[in-house]
């Protein structure tokens, strides 16, 4: 069973930081690219960056550069998002999501080129 599992949510104020993890099993890692996404209450799900399990690769939403730095850690099959200066717009849900690594080497993460999903985990920024 292919299982995508966030962790490390919760609330922080603004300018903190936090850490998601994406601890991933059931399919063969280092054959995906795992992808961070995230969806604010009344808005769309947007992307925030990609990275390759096989090259670590890595792509990022333009306006995400800069804040969000995204990485892999083969042997443990997790990837992590790193998040600072976190601002009250940052809060979302904020989901994990493998798919093919041709996207990230095509230049591009789409949510629609993602395979599978995680159930998300909630980041809350406080003013």
């Known amino acids: 069973e292919v299982q995508l599992v966030e962790s490390g949510g919760g609330l922080v104020q603004a300018g903190g930081s936090l850490r998601l993890s994406c601890a991933a099993s059931?399919?063969?890692?280092?054959?995906?690219?795992i992808g961070w996404f995230r969806q604010a209450p009344g808005k769309e799900r947007e992307g925030i960056s990609c990275?390759?399990?096989?090259?670590?690769?890595?792509y990022y939403t333009d306006s995400k550069k800069g804040r969000f730095t995204i990485s892999s850690d083969n042997a443990k099959n997790t990837v992590y998002l790193q998040m600072n200066s976190l601002k009250p717009e940052d809060t979302a849900v904020y989901y994990c999501?493998?798919?093919?690594?041709?996207?990230?080497?095509?230049?591009?993460?789409?949510?629609?080129?993602?395979?599978?999903w995680g159930k998300g985990t909630l980041v809350t920024v406080s003013s």
């Open positions: 990275i390759s399990s096989s090259d670590a690769g890595t």
């Open positions: 059931g399919f063969t890692f280092d054959d995906y690219a």
């Open positions: 999501a493998a798919g093919s690594s041709w996207w990230v080497n095509s230049g591009s993460c789409p949510y629609y080129g993602m395979d599978y």
